[in-house]
């Protein structure tokens, strides 16, 4: 099993130690104070994690989301895992029935037990169980937030105006998220980006009918592609990302085709996968070059990175290749796992058909 924490990431209770470690969680937060009030109020808050089950997992949704839940459990936290199962059958990529749903929310899980997420001390939700429990709950403020959201919102919020084919299921979908946001009892929501406008749009509703208690939440970082000019982003060109089942001739055949002009660091995908995966999991970027190159060196934070980058001194050759190796290493024992253990197996037999497709 991998060691994923570090000295760095210890909490030991206090009101600052545990802003900090949120902060360095999400990021983008609605009004920190907020968040502050919180923490002072709450030594050990619920926070939910949400997960859209995916046959496709992205490194940022198994390898980030490792590293932030487990975060979060060291710092204290009482975190569970939103399956938002549900909903994922209005997804256009995969839509299904529930049961298919189930099958790939399972795929992901081992996903995260192969990357190391402390899973005995997380407890997996599944959003189906919790609508059939509450359903009393659930469908009036679903139908309310729907009632009080006009189409042209919906359309903005989701980026959809761009899409021909909008769909009904496009309308209902942010209206199901949002209810969701707001009829679980939770502290702190840490979402995926895909989410952020869902707890916008929760935050509003709280405000037009008066309801206390907004909705907390943190949001984890989406990587950027790794091509320059990508395909339209519901269609999965598998250049656009690293995900967590590719091979080792994928991750590096990937990074090699990267867009990473030499000396310019903003909008540098390879330098936000470095940024974002590879130092908060080793703490470290090594990178192995010929000593008349400048020879081998370690870089222990992205400021030094950087500053070798935009100067020269580091040629993008040599760190696509460091890159493309420590996202290796990282996913070696997913491939491991679901090579050796029987549940990881029937798991990833559950989803085979969707890469038929």
Known sequence: MLRLFTSRDTVEGSFDQRFATLKSIGEDRV????LELLLKKKSAPVCYVWCDPTPFMRISQGII????????????????????????????????NLSEMRTIG????????????????????WLSDEISRLADEYWPLAIDVARKTTVSIIKRCCGRDLIEEFTAADIFYLSFQCATILFQKVDIWLLGMDQHEANLLAREYCKRVKRRNKPVAVSHKKLPNLLQYPEEEHRRNPFLAIFMDDSTVDISRKIKHAFCPPKLAEGNPCLEYIKYIILPWYGKFEVVREKEDGGNKTFLSMEELTADYVSGVLHPGDMKLALANSLIKILQPVYDHFKS????????????????I
């Open 341 to 356: 253990n029987a549940e990881a197996k029937k798991a990833l037999q559950g989803i085979e058909k969707y890469y038929k």
């Open 31 to 34: 009004k920190d104070s907020e």
């Open 106 to 125: 399972l795929y992901n899980i081992e996903m995260w037990k192969a990357a190391g997420m402390a899973l005995d001390r997380v407890e997996i939700v």
């Open 65 to 96: 989301t490792t590293l932030s839940v487990n975060k979060m459990v060291k710092s204290g936290y009482k975190v569970k895992i939103l399956m938002a199962d549900w909903i994922a059958q209005m997804n256009r990529n995969i839509g299904g």
